[in-house]
């Protein structure tokens, strides 16, 4: 059975750093890729990270603030998020699967959330 559990979500205040873990168990996958949504608004894609790690893509919104890295030897991915905004408030989502784009239909396994609350 193949699982994606987040974790490290929580609150931190503006400027503040977290760090997100996704860890996969089951199956071994191409890319890992973290999304975001708020209340009222359609998930969005924040970062992506392809097998070796040589391909990273970032949402302009996040690019420079959040790093994205994986170690294929525990088949977890991170996503370092430092000078949060109020802005990056959201459930963040970790998906993973065999190609690496940028949009939530192309993933089918998908994490539960993990909430991060980002005060000002």
């Known amino acids: 059975q193949v699982q994606l559990v987040e974790s490290g979500g929580g609150l931190v205040q503006a400027g503040g750093s977290l760090r997100l873990s996704c860890a996969a168990s089951?199956?071994?996958?191409?890319?890992y890729v973290w999304f975001r949504q708020v209340p009222g608004k359609e998930r969005e894609f924040v970062a992506g990270?392809?097998?070796?790690?040589?391909?990273?893509k970032f949402a302009d919104s996040v690019t420079g603030r959040f790093t994205i890295s994986r170690d294929n030897a525990k088949n977890t991915v991170y996503l370092q998020m430092n000078s949060l905004k109020a802005e990056d408030t959201a459930v963040y989502y970790c998906?993973?699967?065999?190609?690496?784009?940028?949009?939530?239909?192309?993933?089918?396994?998908w994490g539960q959330g993990t909430q991060v609350t980002v005060s000002s």
């Open positions: 998906a993973a699967g065999d190609i690496l784009v940028t949009e939530t239909t192309k993933y089918y396994y």
């Open positions: 089951g199956r071994t996958f191409v890319s």
């Open positions: 990270i392809s097998r070796s790690g040589s391909i990273r």
